[in-house]
């Protein structure tokens, strides 16, 4: 029974024996795979399925990859934003020339209204208004420095050759 356990006994370890050395020819595999300095065979295949990213060449240059991402980014946000000010810029200068029309519109309409024959016309359309247009000229007023109250004097008369004003 001794030589039966021992060579079962070795039987097993050849098996073992064969494992490890499968796993070390595994290991060797791998390892020659982590320690490639190139990007490895590059096809099309390769990139779409997703393998260049765990070549040592990309995991080495990651960093870059992220900022160049980063950097689009922020160009892609950056434009979006310009274009919405711009727009908005737009909006607001047709907004502002409207705005002028309208004032430009009321100004004219109230000038109109204000002149001297439009009001003049209202005040005859409405008789409870007293005023009216005066029929003599008007009065110089003159104060004296020394005496505050307002002295009327009549019409001054003309001298020959000088327009009144």
Do not use: W
Not at 6 to 19: F, G, K, N, S, Y
Not at 134 to 153: A, F, H, R, S, W
């Amino acid at each position: 029974m001794s030589k039966d356990k021992e060579e079962v006994l070795d039987e097993e370890l050849e098996e073992l024996e064969q494992e490890v050395g499968e796993h070390r020819e595994a290991i060797e595999a791998i390892n020659q795979y982590v320690d490639e300095d190139d990007m490895g065979e590059l096809s099309f295949k390769s990139v779409l399925g997703g393998d260049i990213l765990g070549s040592k060449f990309f995991l080495k240059q990651i960093l870059f990859v992220v900022f160049c991402v980063v950097l689009m980014l922020l160009y892609t946000a950056n434009r979006y934003s310009s274009q919405q000010d711009a727009i908005l810029i737009d909006e607001l200068r047709t907004k502002l020339q409207d705005v002028k029309y309208n004032v430009m519109t009321q100004s004219s309409e109230l000038m109109n209204f204000t002149r001297q024959s439009n009001i003049e016309k209202l005040l005859r359309q409405t008789n409870d208004s007293t005023l009216h247009n005066p029929t003599t000229p008007p009065y110089l007023i003159k104060t004296d420095g020394e005496n505050p109250e307002p002295v009327i004097m009549e019409e001054e008369p003309e001298e020959e050759g000088e327009p009144t004003v």
